[in-house]
């Protein structure tokens, strides 16, 4: 079920001190700025080849990182996103199996665009897991 | 400079319970566990295609990620490992861009018998950084 790393996701308290440390630092491609007010973030994507880094400030009012922030002053790993082929039934093997998705059970469309599910991080040893349709 | 994503690297508490969860919950190809002991953890790799997970539960006395469960008893992201081409050059550039390498800042061996660094998480927002020679 499992598919590849889609991305890594960091959350930072300055975007741009962020992304000029990934680029100028370690060398890194970045993304220019992406303000995406319906999620609540800015991203900056880090390119590694094989898989993305995604460097997230937050945006407005209620954004969805800004209490790990208020936890985490400094930033830190917010969460892992693996591609599914088949979203639905993923999330309902995962129901089966005792696992909790967050908020209503049914996917919400992502960042990306695409249908997308949260995990508890109770289940997964204190990992926040994003499932994302492929 | 920063090549592609090697593995993300979570601590466990329980690494059996955690393995049940990544193979039979997630549905991911796991391996058995190996025991580390120079490097003081017994580790478990998720294989997602493009990249790995490590799974890390402690192993014996001193173990590097037991301060971290300490914290995290439920357990948590520890770090993001890259290849670079050239450890050495890359742990110049590091230093004379102002990033402290942890340690004595010569590489050491690392869990895949390849020379790796560790990055200070405050120059990193947060995230704990290992460079590993390709």
């Known amino acids: 079920m499992l ?29 220019a700025p992406q303000a995406l007010p319906e999620h609540g973030v800015t991203v900056v994507f880090v390119d590694v080849g094989n898989t993305k880094i995604e460097l997230l400030e937050p945006l407005g009012e209620g954004s969805p990182i800004a209490a790990f922030l208020e936890k985490n002053p400094s930033g830190g790993m917010h969460h892992v996103c693996y591609e599914v082929d088949d979203i639905l039934a993923a999330r ?13 059970g049914n996917p919400k469309i ?25």
């Open 110 to 134: 992502g960042a990306h665009g695409k249908p997308v599910l949260f995990l508890h991080p109770k289940d997964f040893f204190g990992t926040l897991v994003e499932l994302e349709q492929a």
């Open 3 to 31: 598919g590849r790393l889609n991305h890594v996701a960091l959350a930072v308290p300055d975007l741009a001190a962020a992304t000029a440390a990934y680029r100028d630092t370690l060398g890194a491609r970045v993304t």
């Open 92 to 104: 309902d093997h995962l129901k089966a199996s005792g696992a909790r998705v967050l908020g209503d």
